[in-house]
Structure formats: C-alpha cells, structure tokens
C-alpha cells in the first residue's frame, strides 16, 4: 500500500521554475514507476512524464528539454523539476504510481494517486 503526497506548486511568472515532490509512505516504493500527469481546467488528465523503475524516462513532446523527472528511492520520492515554464503549464498535477513496468498513458493503468498541486503560471 503507497500514500503519495505532492508538494511544491505554487503561483510562477512565465519563464519561471518550479520542483514538484511526490512523496511516497509505503515501503514498496522502488518497484513502482511513478508517473506524472496534469490536468488543465475543462481538459483530459494527461501523463506529462515518467519513471520507470530502472530510472529510465518518458516526456510527452510539449515538456520536452524544460522538464526533469527524478527518483529517489532511499527517500521515498519523485521530483518534477519545471523550467521555463509557460501560461499553458497551468494545471493541477499529480503523481501515481503503476506496477507497471513501462509508464502507461492510461490512468486506469496507475494503482495510487497523489491528491494533486496546483501550478499556475501567469503571462
């Protein structure tokens, strides 16, 4: 059983950076891949990166070069780190955690999810 927990959105000028941290209370937490995935108002959930359990990695094309996913298993947690961002960044984020091997783009496929942070990102 994981509990994630997301910290670190906040309010950002555009060009600005942020680090989300997803912090995980079980003990199981290296085998998992951990996806990231946001939300914007009136749209889809969408996976935005991942992890794998091996440390390799995934960005969806739009995040490509300005974000960074991490791991780190002796501390229970995922990071996000987001450089210059832009006003369509804005969104809720979460975290989740799959059994997975891969990081699947279908929520379905994610057995634990964080509550989510809100970034903003203003023009």
């Known amino acids: 059983q994981e509990q994630l927990v997301e910290s670190g959105g906040g309010l950002v000028q555009a060009g600005g950076s942020l680090r989300l941290s997803c912090a995980a209370s079980?003990?199981?937490?290296?085998?998992?891949?951990m996806g990231w995935f946001r939300q914007a108002p009136g749209k889809e959930l969408k996976l935005v990166a991942g992890v794998r359990r091996n440390g390799s990695v995934y960005y969806v094309d739009s995040v490509k070069g300005r974000f960074t996913i991490s791991r780190d298993n002796a501390k229970n947690t995922s990071y996000l780190q987001m450089n210059s961002l832009k006003p369509e960044d804005t969104a809720v984020y979460y975290c989740a955690a799959t059994a997975h091997w891969g990081v699947p783009a279908d929520v379905s496929e994610y057995d634990y999810w964080g509550q989510g942070t809100q970034v903003t990102v203003s023009s």
């Open positions: 079980g003990r199981t937490f290296s085998s998992y891949s």
